[in-house]
Nanobody, 124 residues
Framework: QVQLVESGGGLVQAGGSLRLSCAAS????????MGWFRQAPGKEREFLAA????????AYAISVKGRFAISRDNAKNTVSLQMNSLKPEDTAVYYC?????????????????WGQGTQVTVSS
């Protein structure tokens, strides 16, 4: 079983950048597609970005495409989310998640392992 721990959240001014990291334990990490989601207060958890098992394919939500970039390092069992040009509406708890399969997915229910989340706050 994979366990996930996010880090790198914090407070940043609008227009700034943050890099989130997700450390995975477990032998199956390198065979699983990974994703990043976020949830703001009173809102549904939404898809942001996903990456296939080998990093060869990615997918992004329209709201973050061109500003966020997902990457992974299977040798280090990590997946990252580089976030640039941050806006106040990006404020949320950010989660990384793992699918059971190897292909990236935008569908929340296809992810069976979730981290505890890390808070990102963007001030105006």
């Amino acid at each position: 079983q994979v366990q996930l721990v996010e880090s790198g959240g914090g407070l940043v001014q609008a227009g700034g950048s943050l890099r989130l990291s997700c450390a995975a334990s477990g032998r199956t990490f390198s065979s699983r597609a990974m994703g990043w989601f976020r949830q703001a207060p009173g809102k549904e958890r939404e898809f942001l970005a996903a990456i296939s098992w080998n990093g060869g394919s990615t997918a992004y939500a329209i709201s973050v495409k061109g500003r966020f970039a997902i990457s992974r390092d299977n040798a280090k069992n990590t997946v990252s989310l580089q976030m640039n040009s941050l806006k106040p509406e990006d404020t949320a708890v950010y989660y990384c998640a793992a699918t059971q399969g190897g292909l990236e997915s935008r569908i929340k229910t296809q992810y069976d392992v979730w981290g505890q989340g890390t808070q990102v706050t963007v001030s105006s």
